[in-house]
């Protein structure tokens, strides 16, 4: 109920993922008479279980006010299905400040876990067609020992939700040279090389910000803060450069013209850089699977995200990556 788009978008993006996926199921969580309107319109009634929740966490609501007026809200009660039980993820487009904690209060960190992570995919060209990169927003700090458990949480995201057998892990730094960067990217580096051979990773060193969407790493680590300005700054360009290409091919006939003859190409080259189609950013570190979608999600983009959700549920990937961190404490903290 949070989402810019309100659950319109919600119901209609399901939609399109019940149309694909036969045996998937929904709860939605809001007010039930609203909800059921719309899932009537869809014609889902025989696919969606309705949980009446009539309160909302707004997006310029405080992380500390949505947990004490939590119960009772959509955002609340959808973490709820989890824990439980009932659903095997949650998806959200709400608050994300308001989801992490509500997710780390309800449904507690894995054991070994200090700081859990916002992962996200990024086009790539590599052969999956995205990368995996976190953290990207969850918490802004992030020290030597919260960089390695990225890692792992990571090249386990890597391996059981895209089938990469052995992930490279690239760490993000202003350089590629071992004597750049702060201290504790420095001590993170030699941690994570030390564990690359018992984690079964891949460790390539620092990349840089021209390395996210390379075939160099599948997989890179870096802290909320910097995480978060990398994704916004992506998505911002992304509108920017098809802003400008619906600019050139309606200048004038010709360049109309051609956009014709271009149709198909340029229609693919949309959506390779549609920030739409990789849409959800998963919390790595929980005892439950979390997606979290953009606020001003669409159809297209719930249904992406619905997707990400189906691959990870299908995989066992939190008990997976459960076991993967348990594995590997790092030093001076206690499982």
Request: net charge positive; charged share 25%; hydrophobic share 40%.
């Amino acid at each position: 109920m949070g989402g810019d788009r309100g659950p319109a978008a919600v119901v209609a993006g399901i939609s399109r993922s019940a149309s694909k996926n036969p045996d998937i199921a929904f709860i939605l969580h809001g007010p039930e008479a609203e909800l059921d309107r719309l899932v009537k319109k869809r014609k889902l009634s025989d696919r969606v279980t309705i949980v009446d929740a009539q309160n909302v966490v707004h997006m310029d609501d405080k992380p500390s006010q949505a947990l004490r007026k939590g119960e009772g809200t959509s955002m609340w009660s959808a973490i709820e299905s989890v824990r439980n039980g009932d659903a095997s993820v949650a998806v959200s487009c709400g608050n994300t400040g308001a989801l992490m904690l509500l997710s780390t209060v309800r449904l507690r960190k894995l054991p070994g876990v200090k700081r859990p992570a916002i992962a996200v995919l990024w086009p790539s060209t590599n052969p999956s067609g995205s990368n995996v990169m976190l953290d990207v927003g969850a918490d802004i700090k992030a020290d030597e020992n919260d960089l390695l458990q990225y890692a792992l949480m990571g090249a386990s995201y890597a391996r059981n939700g895209f089938d990469i057998h052995r992930p490279r892990i690239g760490l993000l730094n202003v350089g590629t040279e071992e004597f750049k960067g702060r201290t504790e990217l420095k001590t993170a580096s030699d941690l994570i090389s030390q564990n690359a051979d018992d984690a079964n990773f891949e460790y390539v060193g620092f990349v840089e910000g021209n390395d996210i969407p390379s075939n160099k790493v599948d997989v890179i680590v870096t802290d909320g803060f910097t995480g978060n300005i990398a994704l916004k700054s992506a998505e911002g360009t992304a509108k920017l450069i098809r802003g400008f290409l619906r600019e050139a091919f309606n200048h004038s006939i010709l360049s109309r013209l051609a956009t014709l003859l271009a149709y198909t190409s340029l229609r693919r080259l949309s959506n390779r850089i549609d920030p739409r189609r990789v849409n959800g950013g998963v919390f790595l570190g929980l005892n439950g699977t979390v997606v979290k979608s953009h606020g001003s999600a669409d159809a297209t983009s719930i249904a992406a995200a619905v997707k990400l959700a189906l691959q990870l549920t299908q995989s066992d990937f939190n008990q997976k990556l459960a076991a993967r961190v348990a594995s590997i404490t790092p030093p001076d903290q206690d499982q």
